[in-house]
Every structure is written in C-alpha cells, then in structure tokens.
C-alpha cells in the first residue's frame, strides 16, 4: 500500500505491524479485505464518519514469468452529483484530483472508457484527457456496454468508432463485456460471447476487425505504450540514474545497518575513530589533513586556544595588578610590555566583562559565570603604600615588617581572580564548542547525536570541574601564600629599580661640560637627599613589590595556561575531547548501544523500503541497456 495525503502515516508502527501482516496472504484470501479497509479508513463504525473513497492506493501485484511489465491504474469514475449517505463533495474534489494526476504524468497511455449508451459530450473525462494530453498522443478512447445502446441509436456509436464525430488521435475501441446474468453463470465465456457478438450482431459486424474486442485494443494498447517509450525512453533512463541516486544517498544518510549489538558498537567505534583523528589534526593545527575543516566553521580548536591565551596574557598584563606601579620616562626605553596593547579598547572596558565568549546551554550541572572587567584604581601607588605601611606597621628600625609584603600583594593581586576564572571558562566553552561541532559534523542521525551528547555530558562536565578547580588551586597559591621565588629576574629587576633612582636623581644634578657632555660634580653626589624613615620603607616597598610581580606574573599567565587550560582540557591525557573513544563505546553496556545507535521501526522499514527500491532499479537500470 502507499500512502495518500487523506489518511494517517503509513509509517505508524501499528499500522506497519498490520501490513506486514497482509503479505502473508495470498490472493483471494478474503480474511485480508478488512484489514485493507481499515488501512484505507474505510471501516468506521460511526455511520458519520465513513468513507467511500481513499487517496491510499491499494497495489496488487501479479508476477511471473508469462506476465507483462506492465501497470494498470484503476481509478474511480468521474461524477459531478453527490449520493446522500455515499458520496460527499469532498469525495468529488478528491476523485477529480486524483484522476488528474494520474493522468497529467507523461508516460501514462490514458484509458477513456465511456459506455456506449451515454452522451458522449457530457463526459468530463474527455476534457480532462485533452488538458492533459493535447496532442492526443496518449488518450486512446474505449467504449463499453454496445449491447445496451437503445434502437436507432447505433449510428451514433458507429461514428465515434469510425472517427466521424468526436475524433481522437489514436481512436476508438469498442468492447463488450460481461453482464450481471452473464456474471453469476460460471459457465459464461467473456471472449467467445464477444466475439460472437461483434460477429453476428447489427450493426456491429460491419466495424472495423482491427477497433472491436479486446485483442483489437490489446493490439492498440500495445502500439500506445510502444510509441511512449520510445518518445519516453532517453527521459527514463536519466529519471531512473537520478531516482536511483536518490535512493543510495538517502540510504547513505541513514548510515550502516545498526539492528545488532555488533552492528550498533561497530558504528559508533568508527564515529570515535573519526572523532579522535580529526581532534588530533586540530591540536596539531593540521588544517589540510582533513576537508572538514574547511566545511565546518569552529574545528580549529588549536588556534581558538592561541588566540585565548594571547588575550588572557594581555588582560592579566593591564588590568591584572589594583594600582599602576610607579613609571619613570626611562623605563618605557627598556621596558616595552608595559606600552598598552593596540588590541584594548578603555572606553568600553569598564561597561563590559573579562569573558571573551558566550556560554552554550547545554553544559548542564557547570555554572560558569561571568565576572566584570577589573577597574584599576585612580589612587597613585605611593600613597596607597604608605597607608598600608602606616596601619600595619610595628617597632621595626629602618626597615619594615616582613609580614606586610603578603597583605600588599594579595591588594595588589586582587584582579588575577576574576581574570583567570574568565580564561579557563572560555576554554571550556572553546572545547565544548568543538565537540559538540565535531560530532553534528560526522554524525548526521539526530538520535545517535542526541544519545552521545547525553552519554557524553557528565564526563565532560567531570573534566570541566578539575580545570576550574585547578585554576582555583593555582589562584591560592599564588595569592594566598607568601610570595616566594628562585627566579633569578626578581634580583635583577630590584636592582634595576634601584638603578634607575639613581640615574634619575643623578640626571636631575647632571651639567653639560663642553667636550665631555653632561656630568655629575662630586659634591652632588655627596650630598644627601632628605628622606623620612617612613618614605625609605614605602620606596623599598614599593621597589619590592614591582619586582617580584613582574616575575610572578608571567609565571602566574604560564601556570594558568599550562595546567589549567592545557593540560585539563587540551592535551593532557584525560581532556574532554579524549573522552569519546574506542575504549568509551567497547566499555559500553547492550542496552546503552540500543539507546544510543539502535534503530526505530520507522527507520528500519525505510531502510528496506530503499534496499528494495535500489535493486529494482538497477535491474531496471540493466534491462534499458
């Protein structure tokens, strides 16, 4: 059976499970006409409801090796006035439809069959074929019941089949069938009642031998359908390489067979395979190994993560430290990291947030947040030190307590917080991106993509976790301890800021001597400037506290990146990308392979449906060849 547009899915399982049920038969089994009436809608039991026609078409199929490729339609009669209890207008628009575009399809020879004791000139048939086929090359007219023309109508029917009146190109049969008496007497004999009618009976004796009984229009069908497929056949040819090409890319879509276990972990092994080879040409940057690149935006995770890093590096450099350190005109000739980046944008950076992309729905059981852009106070350094110095400090001489450069630096790191925990959210959201991408991309079947996401998600929300925890963990010891370094740079920058107030006091004392160029004279040098105890410890301080955030903040942007970021989610050897493996889908359980990659009903059912239509093209395929 095949569906029309009236009625249910044909696809519905129950009605499957019904029809699978028909092919058990055979026919003449009258036990199947009630189920096919069912199917059709045409059993209802509330009178209101019955139907007497159905666009579903029930299709009969005689096969062997004595029969003719060769399909006939039988579609209902055209009529223009509705039956009470019976017929409906509906049911007029909808046979008319039908009709049509059975009749409108190229390829078809149409079959007017009119009786022969009716006006010919009220049948809408007629008017429908010449729309259809205005040349008349695939109508040829056929006329029934001449034993029931009244007397002295005859002539009438002698000239249509004689091409006189209402001429059709490929003209007129007549036949006579069986009638009701004739049909109840099982020993009737439809040919030999006919032929003797045609050969004795006036005035049908005088037709034409080659226009009267059905050999007459098995003959005439014969030459209709031989002439539409030669004029036909370079068009089925190309039709059936087209329908065929159909049918394999839709089979295609549906992917490999997955009915059995086997079958289920075989797939999805090669879904892993694929997933795990294509990961590795994004972490190598390998952009060519693979075509998907260039037909899948978001898959180059390796540069999406260079590109993060480059501007948490740069966020941590700017607006990392809650005070600008101090800064002489020398040290920008020296010290060019700290010229603002072209990449900053200062008249938006108070308004937005530290997160450099949205976050997608559907990491379920992570809250990722999003924390604002750290604003760095207008305060000037120094006496922002001195106030710190002054509330803190005790009974030291000449220098100041070694517990005030914790305090000072968690003040000073105080932005590194908001910053890192920005970065390592969004290189979740670029991995998780990615995966979820990479799999729509090599999975085209909704529910396996579905069943992996959902199989998935708790693995990766697992890894997820230890990253934030890490970038948390790495946060308490770099802020939360006492600063602490080998690095031998934490000397050499003190000793540079030293330096510098050296040069800088020296420069201000400096004259120009002719030939020698600008000097220092002695006693300058000798001369000492005037400093309060409390301004040599805020200078120390501050010197201190300049020197080792230096060191601490590369080492602080390195760490996060590595271990938070790389490690957890990018190449370490338990990221999420790793999670969707071989290893993952044989640790699979049966039933978790059905859910995820098992196959509908509908799905298995259209799966045969283009199997079967696929081999009978290609023997179609053969046989024009």
């Known amino acids: 059976m095949e569906s029309g547009t009236d009625n249910q899915s044909l696809a519905d399982p129950a009605r499957l499970a019904i029809i699978d049920k028909l092919f058990e038969y055979n026919i003449g089994d009258s036990v199947a006409l009630p189920q096919v009436y069912s199917l059709m809608g045409l059993d209802s039991a509330v009178e209101q409801e019955k139907k007497t026609f159905s666009e579903d078409v029930l299709k009969i199929e005689i096969r062997g090796p004595g029969e003719q490729h060769l399909s006939v339609i039988d579609v209902p009669g055209i009529f223009k006035k509705t039956t009470a209890g019976l017929t409906t207008k509906t049911d007029m628009v909808m046979v008319r439809n039908m009709v049509s575009n059975y009749m409108k399809n190229p390829r078809a020879a149409i079959l007017a069959v009119i009786p022969a004791n009716v006006d010919i000139a009220t049948q809408e048939i007629l008017e429908m074929a010449e729309e259809h086929d205005p040349n008349g090359q695939r109508t040829l007219g056929v006329l029934t019941k001449p034993d029931l023309v009244d007397k002295g109508a005859e002539q009438n029917v002698m000239d249509l089949v004689e091409g006189r009146s209402h001429k059709l190109s490929l003209g007129w049969c007549i036949l006579r069938n069986l009638g009701q008496r004739e049909l109840a007497d099982s ?50 040819k190309s039709d059936i390489n087209k329908r065929l090409n159909s049918c394999k890319q839709q089979l295609e879509a549906l992917g490999p067979c997955r009915e059995t276990k086997e079958q289920q972990q075989k797939h999805l092994l090669d879904l892993a395979t694929r997933f795990q080879k294509i990961t590795s040409l994004a972490l190598d940057a390998r952009y060519g190994g693979d075509d998907i690149f260039q037909d899948v935006g978001g898959l180059k995770l390796a540069t999406s993560i260079v590109d993060r890093n480059e501007k948490f590096s740069n966020d941590v450099r700017k607006r990392g430290h809650t005070v600008d350190f101090e800064e002489t005109p020398e040290e920008f000739e020296f010290d060019t990291e700290d010229v603002p980046s072209p990449m900053s944008d200062p008249e938006n950076e108070d308004n937005a947030d530290a997160r450099h992309m949205d976050d997608l729905d559907n990491i379920d059981g992570l809250m990722l947040e999003y924390y604002p852009i750290p604003r760095l ?249």
């Open 187 to 236: 020993s009737s004999n439809r040919h030999a009642l006919e032929s003797s009618f045609f050969r004795t009976d006036e005035p049908w004796v005088n037709l034409d031998k080659d226009r009267v009984g059905i050999e007459a229009l098995q003959a005439r069908l014969r030459d209709v359908l031989t002439e539409i497929v030669r004029r036909e056949f370079p068009r089925v």
């Open 377 to 625: 106070s207008v305060e000037k350094i120094s006496p922002w030190l001195r106030h710190i110095y002054t509330s803190s400090r005790g009974f030291e001489l000449g220098t100041f307590d070694a517990a005030l450069i914790p305090l000072i630096w968690k003040k000073q790191s105080a932005n590194w917080n908001d910053l890192a925990l920005s970065y390592i959210s969004d290189v979740i959201v670029t991995v998780h991106r990615f995966i979820r991408k990479l799999l729509q991309a090599i999975c085209p079947d909704d529910r396996i993509l579905q069943g992996l996401n959902s199989v998935l998600l708790e693995g990766l929300v697992t890894r997820y976790q230890k990253a934030i925890d890490h970038v948390k963990f790495i946060l308490h010891v770099e802020r939360a301890g006492t600063p602490s370094t080998l690095n031998h740079y934490f000397n050499d920058n003190l000793e540079q800021c030293r330096q510098k107030r050296l040069e800088s006091s020296m420069e201000r004392k400096a004259i120009n001597i002719t030939n020698y160029g600008r000097m220092v004279e002695l006693n300058a040098i000798y001369q000492k400037a005037h400093m309060s105890n409390v301004d040599h410890a805020v200078r120390d301080l501050h010197d201190i506290l300049k020197s080792y955030y230096k060191v601490a903040r590369k080492r602080f942007v390195d760490v996060v990146c590595m271990q938070g970021a790389d490690f957890h989610l990018v190449t370490g050897p338990d990221t999420p990308a790793k999670v969707f493996s071989p290893s993952f889908v044989t640790g699979l359980k049966p039933e978790q392979l059905e859910g995820i990659a098992g196959e509908t009903l509908t799905t298995r059912k259209k799966r045969a449906e283009l199997v079967r239509e696929i081999s009978s093209l290609e023997k179609g395929k053969k046989i024009l060849i």
